[in-house]
Nanobody, 115 residues
Framework: QVQLVESGGGLVQPGGSLRLSCIAS????????MGWYRQAPGKQRELVAT???????NYADSVKGRFTISRDNAKDTVYLQMSSLKPEDTAVYYC?????????WGQGTQVTVSS
């Protein structure tokens, strides 16, 4: 069983920064793709950023230029560096991994952007 565990969420003021981490219980090199999604209250879960094996990156338009996804294969960890945070970035952020034909999700970490 593959587990993904997120950390790094919290309360931050508008304009601030946070870095989310997602540690996998299996080598992330074995994943076809890994990424971050978020779900705000009353809204559907949406893609934030993904990183495909080979290094191709993909971002939602709403976060381009502000968020950066990266991976550290040695630590089996995927990161989401978030800068210039806005109140509309408030959501539960979920780590996602595609490995073979299976999709895995973490338990989520809350990010709240408020003054």
């Amino acid at each position: 069983q593959v587990q993904l565990v997120e950390s790094g969420g919290g309360l931050v003021q508008p304009g601030g920064s946070l870095r989310l981490s997602c540690i996998a219980s299996r080598s992330i090199s074995s994943f076809t793709a890994m990424g971050w999604y978020r779900q705000a209250p009353g809204k559907q879960r949406e893609l934030v950023a993904t990183i495909i094996s080979g290094g191709r990156l993909n971002y939602a338009d709403s976060v381009k230029g502000r968020f950066t996804i990266s991976r550290d294969n040695a630590k089996d960890t995927v990161y989401l560096q978030m800068s210039s945070l806005k109140p509309e970035d408030t959501a539960v952020y979920y780590c996602n991994g595609l490995r073979g034909s299976a999709t895995y999700w973490g338990q989520g970490t809350q990010v709240t952007v408020s003054s």
